[in-house]
Each structure stands twice: as structure tokens, then as C-alpha cells.
């Protein structure tokens, strides 16, 4: 199976021009039914039986993965067969039986305006991180954009002027505006802190480390957890709580959701209602501004 899942990737990534995470997801999941299969004595696809394919959601099932880990491993499966199906590799899609388990939606983690402030207060000091730290949590904020987003930024990507950035992955890009909060952290950062970092190294990418090197997620992790502990933030804070607080202040205050689906880069708008079926009373309650930081 490994010659086959191999040639479903780079199908993948040259004709559906997929992103690099999307990829290795695929791979993984590919990767767990190819060592049960193998478990079994099984190393080719045509091999594979309907039963077979039960038998590995009922592993998934009786390990306790959580039911949208099974969800997702089912998808790719469908996805590998449908392909296996078009390259004529099997002669009958075995996948179609398999049924997805329902996934209780979460309400997204969100954060109060007071809490988002006290995080972004947190990196005031005059050392270059600090000035970066700044310069990354405002945007993150502003823009709603993922981690993953954030560090692969350009310096071209970043309009001053206009006060926009445009953000962009394999299929696709959009261009997100920025309030005055980030602005000003931007041009701090700007002003000869990311040259000193730098320190005479080439580079377009916006963010880097202390080394000069472009930051990595587990960095900036790293960075958000600490700087939430300093602000006092009991709640286990991510950088996509940033991005649902966002999302959230922007929706309750009369934000339409077309235009917030636009900037999160969401492909159907059944995920961003998410944030307009959240209990409006309560958001209302905690969340006094679309976005205190504008």
C-alpha cells in the first residue's frame, strides 16, 4: 500500500494543489491502515476487504479515538479509494459503507475583550522579542489568521499604507485588513528591531527568532502560553483562541457573516454560522466591542 498511498499524495499536492498540512494529515491517517492492514498479512489495496476496512474503524472505535479523529481517518479512506478508483487499482469502492460517527460541534473557546487586552499588554518592555511578541500577538488578533498563517508571513505581504496584509495558501489568497493596535506594533517592529534580529541575513519572512531563522509554531506557542500565564489567564489560551475571539467579537456585534468567513479563509460558510449560534445572551454579556483593539 505504501507505493499507492505515496502516489495519492503527490496527486494531492500537484493537481488538487492541497497545503503542505492537509498532506501530511492524509499521510498519517493512510499510514495507521497501512501498518493495520500489514498487521494482517495485507500489502496490497486490492487485497483489502470490506470487512477488513470494518475491522480498522472498530480498532479506532475501541482505542477511544475521539469520533472526529475516526471521522477524519474515514474521510481519507473515502478520498484514497475514490482515487484508487480513478486510477483503476480497484475494481469496487469499499469505502462507501463506511459511516462517519455524529461529532458534537463545540462551542469555540473565546476570550473577554478584558482578557484579550491583558494578553496583549503582557510583551511592553523595549528588547527586540519583545517588540516582535508584540508586533505578532496584535496581528494575530487583528487578523484572525492561524499560526501556521502568521509565521509564514512576508515582508511583502504587508501593506502599511493601505493597512492590510495578504495572506495566502496553495489555492488560494485574501487580503485582511489590520486596525491601528497592530499598525503601530508593526511599524515598531519595522523600525530596525527585525534588521537587528536579523542581523544582516537575507530573508522575506516577516516574523523571525532571536537567531534570525523564521519562527516555528511550537515557538510561538511557546509564546503565547508563557505571556498568558504573566497576564494571570487561568484558560488553556492557543493561538486559534485568538482566532475564535476574533471571529466571535466581530459576528455578535453585527459583523456579516460573509465578510468574517472572508477573512478566516473559510470554504463554506456552515463553519463560520459556528460563531452566530453561540449563546448570543452570554457573548453579549461578556463582549462589549467587535474588537476593542481596532
Known amino acids: 500500500m505504501e507505493k499507492e498511498i505515496t502516489t495519492f499524495i ?19 491517517d493512510l499510514d495507521k491502515v497501512r501498518k493495520f492492514m500489514e498487521s494482517r498479512g495485507i500489502h496490497e489495496v486490492s487485497n483489502v476487504s470490506s470487512q477488513d476496512l470494518k ?12 469520533a472526529a479523529t475516526v471521522s477524519r481517518n474515514i474521510a481519507s479512506l473515502k478520498a484514497f479509494y475514490h482515487f ?3 486510477e483503476g487499482c480497484v475494481t469496487q469502492d ?24 491583558r494578553l496583549l499588554e ?29 509565521i509564514t508571513l512576508k515582508n511583502s505581504d504587508v501593506n502599511m499604507q493601505m493597512g492590510v496584509i495578504l495572506c495566502r495558501d496553495r489555492s488560494k489568497e485574501r487580503i485582511i485588513p489590520f486596525g491601528a493596535a497592530a499598525r ?14 536579523l542581523e544582516n541575513k537575507a530573508s522575506e519572512v516577516l516574523f523571525v527568532n532571536c537567531s534570525g531563522q523564521p519562527m ?13 500565564k504573566k497576564a494571570g489567564i487561568k484558560a488553556d489560551i492557543t493561538p486559534h483562541t485568538l482566532r475564535h475571539s476574533f471571529a466571535a467579537h466581530l459576528v455578535e456585534n453585527g459583523a456579516d457573516l460573509r465578510s468574517v468567513q472572508e477573512m478566516l479563509g473559510h470554504s463554506d460558510i456552515s463553519t463560520t454560522q459556528i460563531y452566530a449560534n453561540m449563546n448570543h445572551s452570554h457573548i453579549r454579556e ?4 467587535a474588537h476593542p483593539r481596532g
Open 10 to 28: 503527490t496527486y494531492l499536492h500537484n493537481v488538487k494543489n492541497t497545503s503542505i498540512n492537509t498532506e501530511m494529515s492524509y499521510r498519517r
Open 184 to 197: 503601530n506594533a508593526l511599524i515598531r517592529y519595522l523600525d530596525g528591531t527585525r534588521d537587528a534580529m
Open 55 to 66: 475491522d480498522y474503524v472498530a480498532y479506532l472505535e475501541g482505542n477511544q479515538f475521539a
Open 84 to 86: 484508487m478508483m480513478q
Open 122 to 150: 503582557q510583551p511592553c518592555g523595549d528588547t527586540a522579542k519583545e517588540i516582535r511578541d508584540k508586533a505578532m500577538l496584535e496581528l494575530l488578533y487583528a487578523t484572525g489568521i492561524r499560526v501556521t498563517e502568521l
Open 216 to 228: 516555528s509554531r511550537q515557538g510561538f506557542w511557546k509564546l503565547i502560553k508563557y505571556y498568558a
Open 94 to 117: 469499499l469505502s462507501e459503507q463506511l459511516k462517519a460517527p455524529k461529532i458534537e460541534k463545540k462551542v469555540p473557546e473565546i476570550m473577554s475583550p478584558e482578557e484579550v487586552i
Open 286 to 289: 461578556v463582549y462589549a466591542k
